[in-house]
């Protein structure tokens, strides 16, 4: 059940999210869904407003850098071809064990690791094979199915391979927008559905993202990222924690 007390809380999260995505290209799934975890809301309904906000968002993102992104299609398509398998997966993890404390548990070392992933990412003096492209899309279509956030292995695996960041950027929002577009028809035909209040909901909500993503994406091009992106893991960080200490109390 999604509990409208707590509607207040999911629209700043949102925004927020939706500006972090904008300014540094990925971390709106993970940075909402660390946010709900503070909530009573059922995660798999959560994640299903965040999955139809992400369809914009991704949208929006890919439209406004249109002219400065570049993207590997090749890399997108091998990518695609392991989130095919990946994400019904990873939305089945979530559909069955959801509210259950084990998914609290997992969802907390996913936040863990993501905030991690930023510090940690090690610097690849080589690019890594393209065929691993189908590893990391099997990896990341779980993580999205399960949690709405492919990052971290998308990230490692397209940086790796191209040290622009436009072009990065790029590829990395297809084959975000690729995962998510999967996740909904997965949920449409093999999940709880999408219910008309969660579409409603969600269309309040869509001005404010798009408007949050393109000041997002402009501003990445004038500020330094480094002080904003310490406080985005930071909280994913704590969050990821806090999940974890509950699951053993």
């Known amino acids: 059940m999604l509990d409208l007390h707590y509607l207040w809380a999911f629209v700043l999260i949102v925004v927020f999210s939706a500006f972090a995505q904008g300014f540094m290209g990925l971390g709106f799934g993970i940075i909402v869904m660390a946010g709900v975890a503070f909530t009573p809301w059922d995660l798999e309904r959560a994640s299903v407003l965040t999955n139809i906000l992400l369809l914009f968002l991704n949208s929006t993102i890919i439209f406004a850098g249109r002219r400065d992104f570049r993207i590997d299609w090749k890399l997108v398509g091998l990518i695609i071809s392991g989130e095919i398998c990946g994400v019904p997966f990873g939305y089945w993890f979530i559909y069955t064990f959801g509210n259950q404390p084990v998914f609290r548990l997992a969802l907390g070392i996913v936040l863990v690791i993501f905030a991690a992933d930023r510090v940690f990412r090690p610097r690849l003096a080589k690019p890594l094979p393209a065929l691993l492209g189908l590893t990391a899309g099997i990896v990341a279509g779980f993580l999205a199915g399960a949690f709405t956030a492919a990052g971290p292995p ?35 035909f093999f999940g709880k559905g999408v219910p008309l209040h969660l579409v409603e909901i969600s269309a309040m909500m869509i001005p404010a993202v798009i408007l949050f993503a393109v000041l997002g994406h402009f501003l990445a091009r004038r500020v330094s990222s480094a002080l904003f992106e310490k406080v985005v893991y930071t909280f994913i960080g704590l969050a990821g924690v806090l999940n974890m200490v509950r699951f053993f109390l």
Not at 158 to 180: D, E, N
Request: hydrophobic residues 55%.
């Open 154 to 188: 998308l990230a490692l695996f397209i940086y790796s391979r191209h040290h622009v960041p436009a072009k990065a950027k790029g590829t990395l929002q297809v084959v975000f927008m690729s995962a998510t577009l999967w996740r909904l028809i997965t949920i449409i």
